[in-house]
Structure formats: structure tokens, C-alpha cells
């Protein structure tokens, strides 16, 4: 047996709580993608957006004269009127009509329902992680490292879906907005998926039983003829 399979098992699952920490904080927070209209006139009160897989944030915001390569509203972390609300798809007393407007609401919806997969995978791995440090569980290592496998691929597809309807959005001739960025949610997503992904397959070869070194070894632990 193995006697490092334990500090390796520890080691790659302090890598993973890394990973689902990244995810969760890329679920829960606005920050996928900062939108920006063309600004007309300085001196005045433009709207930049910003938003996630459940809510819209839109904040007004005083512009001054900007530099030649600038054309839009922002940056979004300059002070101004905050006001946020969640996709009416998700609660129709809300209204969010830039978001509706500007885009298909399957995307948002195939996004954020792909991302909960990816949320339930990483819960269900970490369960059995725990579980496997129990004496004579370790067997549960292997499917815990296809869960963790399945989440980062869940949430690099919503990754894409959700850059697909930014995409859409800013092509939209009906869109008010010119410009466009990924923002620290975004980057929290993709990160999850690089950790979760190879994560979990190295938690599955860890789990894998050690191949022979030398060839008689698999004659030595072969079971007595009677």
C-alpha cells in the first residue's frame, strides 16, 4: 500500500476547496460582465451595467471629458447611483428590460441552470472526499473525482454560454451598449474550472490501485493453488 496516498488525497483536496470556493463566489456575484453605451456629451450622467447568472446592476455615473481611445461610460468603479434587480424570468415582479431586451433570456436561464449543476457535482465530490477519510471508504475517492470532473466542465459551459449572450448583446442592433469586458466573476469561473478539472483527475489516478513495479510482484500476490 501506498503510504503517501493519504498527504496526496489531502494535498489535492485543500487544491479542490480552492476550486469550489472560486465557484460559489462566481455563482453568487454580478460581476460576469461589465457593459458600457457610448457616451454623447461630458459633463453629464451616463448608465454602465454590470451583471451575473441572476441579477442585473446598472449605476449612473458622472462623466467627465476622456481620452481619445475612450468612448464609453465608466469604469463601472467610479462613484454613482447603484440600482440592481433580478431577471424577470427568475421573479416576474422584477424588471431587469435592458437585460430582455438586448438578449434571449434562454441564454441567461441555460446559463445559470448549468452553473447550479456544476454547484451540485463540486457538493456531492466534497461529500464523498470526506467521506472517503473514513477507515475502508477510500473506494469513494473515485466517484468523488468524476464529480469534481463533471463541475468543471459544467461551469466552463456556462462560462461560454454566458460569453455567447454578451456576444449577442453587443451585436444586437436593438443594444445600447458599445463596449464590453469580462470582469473578477468571470475570472473566478474560469479559474474553478482549471482547478476542479485537473483536480479531479489527479484524484482519480490517486485513486487508481498502484501498478506492479516488477513483474513478479503480481505473481507474489496471487492466491495460493489447492
Known amino acids: 500500500m501506498d503510504e503517501s496516498k493519504p498527504l496526496k488525497v489531502r494535498l489535492t483536496f485543500s487544491v479542490i476547496l480552492v476550486g469550489v470556493s472560486l465557484l460559489f463566489a462566481a455563482v453568487v456575484t454580478d460581476h460576469w460582465a461589465v457593459l458600457s453605451p457610448k457616451v454623447e456629451e461630458y459633463n453629464a450622467t451616463c448608465e454602465a451595467a454590470h451583471f451575473g447568472l441572476w441579477r442585473l446592476c446598472t449605476k449612473r455615473i458622472f462623466m467627465r471629458e476622456q481620452g481619445p481611445k475612450e468612448k464609453g461610460c465608466g469604469p463601472i468603479s467610479l462613484p454613482g447611483e447603484h440600482?440592481?434587480?433580478?431577471?424577470?424570468?427568475?421573479?416576474?415582479?422584477?424588471?431587469?428590460?435592458i437585460f430582455e431586451v438586448t438578449t434571449q433570456k434562454e441564454y441567461s436561464i441555460s446559463a445559470a441552470a448549468?452553473?447550479?449543476?456544476?454547484?451540485?457535482?463540486?457538493?456531492?465530490?466534497?461529500?464523498?472526499?470526506?467521506?472517503?477519510?473514513?477507515?475502508?471508504?477510500?473506494?469513494?475517492?473515485?466517484?468523488?473525482?468524476?464529480?469534481?470532473?463533471?463541475?468543471?466542465?459544467?461551469?466552463?459551459?456556462?462560462?461560454?454560454?454566458?460569453?455567447?449572450?454578451?456576444?449577442?448583446?453587443?451585436?444586437?442592433?436593438?443594444?445600447?451598449?458599445i463596449e464590453y469586458s469580462y470582469s473578477w466573476s468571470f475570472a473566478c469561473a474560469c479559474a474553478s474550472f482549471v482547478l476542479l478539472f485537473i483536480c479531479g483527475i489527479t484524484l482519480l489516478l490517486i485513486a487508481l490501485p498502484r501498478f506492479p513495479q516488477n513483474p513478479w510482484e503480481t505473481c507474489m500476490d496471487a492466491e495460493p493453488e489447492h
Not at 477519510?133 to 463541475?151: G, V
Request: charged share 20%.
Open 114 to 177: 448549468i452553473a447550479i449543476f456544476s454547484v451540485g457535482f463540486a457538493i456531492i465530490g466534497t461529500i464523498c472526499v470526506l467521506l472517503s477519510f473514513r477507515k475502508k471508504m477510500d473506494y469513494l475517492l473515485k466517484p468523488a473525482s468524476m464529480f469534481y470532473t463533471f463541475a468543471g466542465l459544467c461551469i466552463i459551459i456556462s462560462v461560454e454560454v454566458m460569453r455567447q449572450s454578451v456576444k449577442r448583446m453587443i451585436d444586437s442592433k436593438e443594444t445600447v451598449w
Open 83 to 97: 440600482n440592481c434587480s433580478y431577471f424577470k424570468h427568475f421573479t416576474p415582479g422584477q424588471s431587469s428590460e
